[in-house]
C-alpha cells in the first residue's frame, strides 16, 4: 500500500490523497497513478517526478509509469520550469475537462471495443440456423444499449459544460419535462 510521507499542509489534502487513491481502484485504476493524479490536481505548482515520488512514498520507477499513464489519459501535462531541466507536471484541473476526459479514454478503451465485439459476434449469429432467436435478440439488445450511449456521448460533447452541469442537476426533472411534452418513457 502507498504512504503518504511529507504532504505536511493539511491533513485534509492528505485523506483526499489517500481516498482518491482508493476510490481509483473501485475504478479499475492503479492506486499509486490516482494518488499522484490527486496530488497534482490539488498542487497549486508543478511538480517534478522526484517531488512526487518523495511527497508519496512511491518508488520513483512506479511514479515514472504512473505518469505516463496519466499523461496518456491527458489528465496531467509536462510543463517546462526556467532553468529546470526535470520535467514538472500539472494536472487538469476544470473538473469538467476532467470528467470529459476520463469519458473520452473510457468510450476509447471499453465501448469502442465491447461494440465492434458485438456487431462481430451479431454477423456470425445471423448466418447460424440453429442460434436460438432469444440468443440473437439479446445481442442486438446489448448492441443497441451500446450505439445508444456510444451517440448520446457524441451529442454531449457538443453541449456546453454549463448546460451539461444544469442538465445534470435537473436529475429526474428531465423525465417529467419528458411527460410534459408527450414522450413516452418506457
Known amino acids: 500500500m502507498t504512504e503518504i510521507n511529507d504532504i505536511t499542509d493539511s491533513s485534509a489534502k492528505r485523506q483526499f490523497i489517500l481516498y482518491w487513491g482508493d ?7 492503479n492506486r499509486s497513478v490516482a494518488q499522484i493524479h490527486a496530488l497534482l490536481f490539488l498542487s497549486v505548482k508543478p511538480l517534478n517526478a ?3 515520488s518523495e511527497d508519496l512514498g512511491i518508488a520513483r520507477s512506479n511514479v515514472s509509469n504512473s505518469l505516463k499513464e496519466l499523461v496518456g489519459w491527458k489528465l496531467i ?17 476544470d473538473v469538467w475537462e476532467m470528467a470529459m476526459r476520463i469519458a473520452q479514454g473510457r468510450k476509447e478503451r471499453e465501448i ?6 458485438i456487431s462481430e459476434c451479431l454477423e456470425q449469429a445471423e448466418v447460424e440456423p440453429a442460434l436460438n432467436p432469444e440468443i440473437l435478440d439479446r445481442m442486438k439488445s446489448l448492441q443497441d444499449l451500446l450505439q445508444t450511449t456510444d451517440k448520446w456521448y457524441g451529442q454531449m460533447l457538443g453541449v456546453p459544460k454549463a448546460k451539461l452541469n444544469m442538465m445534470m442537476k435537473m436529475g429526474d426533472k428531465v423525465v417529467s419535462l419528458l411527460k410534459l411534452t408527450g414522450k413516452k418513457s418506457e
Open 50 to 52: 522526484e517531488q512526487i
Open 23 to 29: 476510490m481509483g481502484s473501485q475504478w479499475g485504476v
Open 112 to 117: 469502442d471495443p465491447a461494440l465492434a465485439a
Open 77 to 93: 501535462r509536462r510543463v517546462p520550469i526556467a532553468g529546470d531541466r526535470r520535467e514538472h507536471f500539472v494536472a487538469e484541473v
